[in-house]
């Protein structure tokens, strides 16, 4: 079994910045491709940043230049800076991960982190 915990969301005002991290542990051989996932009130779960094993990002358009992802493959951590933060970035973010253990890569969830950007 493989537990993904997101922290470091919260309020801030735009402009601002924060840093969220998601854990995993728990069954772990390795740790491939990690993701960011954000969803706002009304609107579908959108990608929002990636990483590779081999440290290889990619960004959605509307926060590239702005957001950071990062991972300690050591530590099993990922992480999500955030600069310039926009209201339009509010949103529960998400991390999930595809993750080998002896039998076969899966995909796990966290629960997500509240981000609130006020004008």
């Known amino acids: 079994q493989v537990q993904m915990v997101e922290s470091g969301g919260g309020w801030v005002q735009a402009g601002g910045s924060l840093r969220l991290s998601c854990a995993a542990s728990?069954?772990?051989?390795?740790?491939?491709?990690m993701r960011w996932y954000r969803q706002a009130p009304g609107k579908e779960r959108e990608l929002v940043a990636t990483?590779?094993?081999?440290?290889?990002?990619n960004y959605v358009d509307s926060v590239q230049g702005r957001f950071t992802i990062s991972r300690d493959n050591v530590k099993n951590m990922m992480y999500l800076q955030m600069n310039s933060l926009k209201p339009e970035d509010t949103a529960v973010y998400y991390c999930?991960?595809?993750?080998?253990?002896?039998?076969?890569?899966?995909?796990?969830w966290g629960q997500g982190t509240q981000v609130t950007v006020s004008s």
């Open positions: 990483i590779t094993s081999g440290g290889s990002t």
């Open positions: 999930n991960a595809d993750v080998t253990n002896i039998r076969r890569t899966t995909l796990y």
């Open positions: 728990g069954r772990i051989l390795a740790i491939k491709t």
